[in-house]
Antibody
């Protein structure tokens, strides 16, 4: 059974940094690109970033480009999201999501809440 | 950017009713559309991919249709356990980005 467990969320001041982690199990992590998707309180879903299976290619939503960095450690089956220069509008639950046929997401974590506030 | 306009934003229907949710894309998406179900406190669930293919284990009352710019998720006979918010999603291969609709909250009347 695929399991994705996010951690690292919390309260951070505007301009601060935070690193999220997603521990994966139940599938061959190194064979899949992985994504981060977020959901602001009471709002819809927003794709944030994707990383290829090897980690060699990364892509970002315009809203986070230049501030967020996605990475992975295939030896630890773990996905990361380094978030810098955080803004109030980055407040959201952050989910890691496993792709299905690259285009879709067939497994999701429970999410970790990031709150950016002074 | 590609916009995904989902409607209605919410609906209330009776058990056994046929429910239809639509998603309109701002440009031709071929059939790169998926539908997801989000229940409070539960993990997001993929229901339909490639516009009309049901994910394994999804009840047969859920179906998807459409192509190009207009897509539909249908629940043929609404059940109490279907209370949730539903999202459409597309993938843009030209820009390597994924976009979600605004969501449709389904409640029981």
């Amino acid at each position: 059974e695929v399991q994705l467990l996010e951690s690292g969320g919390g309260l951070v001041q505007p301009g601060g940094s935070l690193r999220l982690s997603c521990a994966a199990s139940g599938f061959t992590f190194s064979s899949y690109g992985m994504n981060w998707v977020r959901q602001a309180p009471g709002k819809g879903l927003e794709w944030v970033s994707v990383i290829s299976s090897s980690g060699g290619s990364t892509y970002y939503a315009d809203s986070v480009k230049g501030r967020f960095s996605i990475s992975r450690d295939n030896s630890k089956n773990t996905l990361y999201l380094q978030m810098n220069s955080l803004r109030a509008e980055d407040t959201a639950v952050y989910y890691c999501a496993k792709p299905f046929r690259w285009n879709y997401f067939d497994s999701w974590g429970q999410g970790t809440l990031v709150t950016v506030s002074s | 950017d590609i916009q995904m306009t989902q409607s209605p934003s919410s609906l209330s229907a009776s058990v056994g009713d046929r429910v239809t949710i639509t998603c309109r894309a701002s440009q031709d998406m071929s059939n790169y559309i998926a539908w997801y179900q989000q229940k409070p406190g539960k993990v997001l669930k993929l229901l339909i991919y490639a516009a009309s293919t049901s994910q394994s284990g999804v009840p047969s009352r859920f179906s998807g249709s459409g192509s190009g710019t207009d897509f539909t998720l249908t629940i043929s006979s609404l059940q109490p356990e279907d209370v949730a918010t539903y999202y459409c999603q597309n993938y843009n291969s030209a820009f390597i980005m994924w976009t979600f609709g605004q969501g449709t909250k389904v409640e029981i009347k």
